[in-house]
């Protein structure tokens, strides 16, 4: 089974249940066909199987429901993040040799600029975020946005469409989805992933985060991230409702998670601490399951939305982009901040974290090393889009070398540490920001906080703790009250407090909620004074 059979048999199973929730719901016999139509207008537009589209969209319903679409025609899918600078859109959709470029109304411009950069200019294709598909008794109502003349209208030619299933042979091993990963230096890279890997993926997602028949979930995540694509099929594999959110945002979630009962949350740990500060949390009494990812949460956040949400399960999913599962904990409650053991589908091993390591150099339990997961699993992909430099770093002997610094407990669980590019060297001795952050994110004066590594003619790197204040206007007392905290109550040692401590109005992080913290050591912030 693939992606382009998974909506078609979900809707043979449960054609009336709700598959899509929000303002404009459709159920699984409507997506089903919608999807139909949509696939037959892409074909209209010339594409076909192996090819790859750019879908440059906000989210919601419509990626999605194109993203479904491609599948159906073995086609590949290229979501880019609504963050990409016109540069960046420029290079990804020369870089993926897209035959289309998908957009909407928030989209269009640094479309129409990015292609001024190309020299192979491809198709452009319109699908509003405004509700186009209006379900209304079995029946759909297009509504016509207003873009750019010579802008092709998808959703008016997927309307004069049959709905009738395609027909298209889609092997497993055709690649679904090329997400591009940020990365910390250089262009982004593409992540080809196959209809095997996302199926594998989406399958232990389901087993891992306990879901059950007609879940109903938060499509809040972007698909251009590998979490909102787990979001989105493993609804489908359960039955349930996926209610879209296109952008996050904290009093809009929870304004839906009440009307649409939400049960479940996957998300990333700043969208978490987002809702907690609504104060607004404990309304929302229908959650019985969170799961988070994409980041390193606190044990203070843990253990602050434990007692606020009292949930049935609590998982920290570890991973990433190129292998969806590394290890899971499935109980955060019993051990905040622990990444727990490889998922049901993956094997990993801590390795020296040393340059030349390979597979075979354990570290010892305790040992902090490199996290490296095995490439036999299914949920793994098999190599970069046209970047054999990021192949030879990260790919060795049949594993994927993550970056990613860990040690293991007596029980045999992972504790990560941070990244191997993010340790600081200060005086001879490595210092993991992480156990810092941990530590300061317990002060009362600290409302966020990322310890990084800059440089000092005497240490070489000097701990430095930036910090978001939660009283901005008095500056002075809350840094003389940090380094109270430090000295007497935050049980770091002498070697691990931070040396200097910098208030900053906000932590620059990605558009899914990822610290940059490159941006901080390079000087990229605001400082607060008061």
């Known amino acids: 089974m693939n992606l382009a059979q998974l909506l078609s048999w979900t809707a043979e199973r449960r054609p009336s249940r709700r598959a899509v929730g929000g303002p404009y719901p459709l159920t699984y016999r409507e997506w089903d066909a919608w999807t139909n139509q949509l696939a037959r207008a892409l074909t209209m537009l010339g594409v076909k199987t192996g090819d790859r589209v750019i ?28 963050r990409y600078s016109v540069d960046e859109v420029a290079y990804c959709i020369g870089d993926a040799e897209a035959v289309l470029v998908v957009e909407d109304e928030t989209t269009a411009p640094v479309v129409e600029d990015a292609m001024t950069k190309l020299e192979r200019i491809p198709a452009r294709a ?25 802008v092709t209208d998808l959703s008016a030619i997927a309307l ?16 679904s989805v090329m997400l591009y990963t940020s990365g910390t230096t250089g262009k982004p890279k593409g992540v080809p992933r196959t209809h095997r890997n996302e199926m594998a993926a989406s399958i232990a997602h389901v087993i891992q985060a306990n879901y059950s028949d007609g879940e109903v979930s938060l499509g809040a995540m972007p698909l251009f991230h590998t979490m909102g694509m787990r979001s989105l099929l493993s609804s489908i594999i359960v039955s349930g409702t996926w209610v879209p959110q296109a952008r996050f945002q904290a009093e809009e979630a929870l304004e839906l998670i009440a009307k649409e009962r939400i049960s479940a949350l996957y998300l990333v740990p700043t969208a978490y601490w987002s809702l907690l500060h609504t104060d607004r949390l404990g309304e929302a009494t229908t959650v019985r399951k969170i799961a988070y990812a994409g980041a390193a949460m606190t044990p203070a956040l843990s253990e602050q939305l434990a007692a606020v949400l009292n949930p049935e399960v609590f998982v920290n999913h570890f991973g990433s982009t190129e292998v969806y599962t590394f290890t899971i904990n499935p109980d955060a409650r ?40 095995s490439l036999a699993s299914d949920e793994a992909f098999s190599g970069y889009w046209h970047r054999p430099d990021a192949d030879a770093k990260a790919l060795r002997g049949g594993w994927y070398f993550t970056g990613d610094l860990a040690h293991a407990d007596q029980d045999g669980d992972l504790w990560v540490v941070g990244r191997v590019d993010d340790m600081i060297n200060s005086g001879g001795e490595n210092i993991y920001p992480n156990e810092i952050e941990d530590a300061l994110a317990r002060c009362p004066d600290v ?41 007497n109550s935050s049980g770091l040692s002498s070697l691990k407090r931070p040396k ?7 932590i620059p992080k990605s558009a899914v909620g990822k610290i940059l913290r490159r941006e901080l050591t390079a000087g990229n912030y605001k400082t607060v004074s008061g």
């Not at 999605?64 to 073995?74: C, E, F, R």
């Not at 975020?129 to 008794?137: E, P, Y």
């Not at 993956?346 to 354990?362: Q, Y």
């Open 126 to 150: 319109h699908l509003s975020l405004s509700a186009q598909l209006v379900s209304t008794g079995g029946t759909t109502e297009h509504r016509s946005p207003s873009y750019a003349a010579g």
């Open 334 to 373: 019993a051990k905040p901040a622990c990444a727990g053991r490889a998922g049901v589908f993956t094997r990993v091993r801590v390795v020296s974290p040393e340059e030349s390591a390979g597979p075979d150099d354990l570290v010892t339990q305790g040992e902090q090393g490199q996290v490296i997961v």
């Open 500 to 506: 200097k401590i910098i208030l900053v109005e906000s």
């Open 160 to 175: 004069e469409q049959t709905d009738a299933p395609l027909g298209v042979n889609v092997e497993d091993n055709y690649v």
């Open 55 to 82: 879908a440059f969209m906000a989210g919601g319903e419509p990626l999605a429901s194109l993203h479904l679409a491609l599948q159906k025609l073995g086609t590949t899918t290229v979501p880019l993040s609504t």
């Open 447 to 487: 409302a966020d906080v990322v310890v990084a590594g800059l440089p000092d003619e005497k240490w070489g790197q000097i701990v430095t703790a930036f910090i978001v204040p939660s009283h901005p206007e008095d500056a002075r007392g809350t840094v003389a009250r940090v380094e109270e905290f430090v000295r």
